[in-house]
């Protein structure tokens, strides 16, 4: 079984390069992905309205309250 470089190597100079540029993109999109812990800071941020309206209302009245 040849090796990835011995393909490379048999192919043209000019599908090379795309290769490379290739392989450089998803070395930077891996790079980029960094795994966060997410910010659990919202929380709460709705208990006022606990006992006035179920939650299928809030999602409906969210968009007003956005404007």
Do not use: C, H, V
Request: glycine share 2%.
């Amino acid at each position: 079984m040849e090796s990835i470089e011995e393909k490379i190597k048999k192919l043209p100079p000019d599908l090379q390069k795309k290769i490379m540029d290739f392989i450089d993109y998803l070395l930077e999109r891996t790079e980029k992905k960094e795994i966060k812990k997410p910010k659990l800071n919202w929380i709460g941020g709705l208990k006022e309205y606990r006992d006035k309206f179920t939650s299928l209302e809030l999602q409906k009245k969210a968009p007003e309250w956005r404007d």
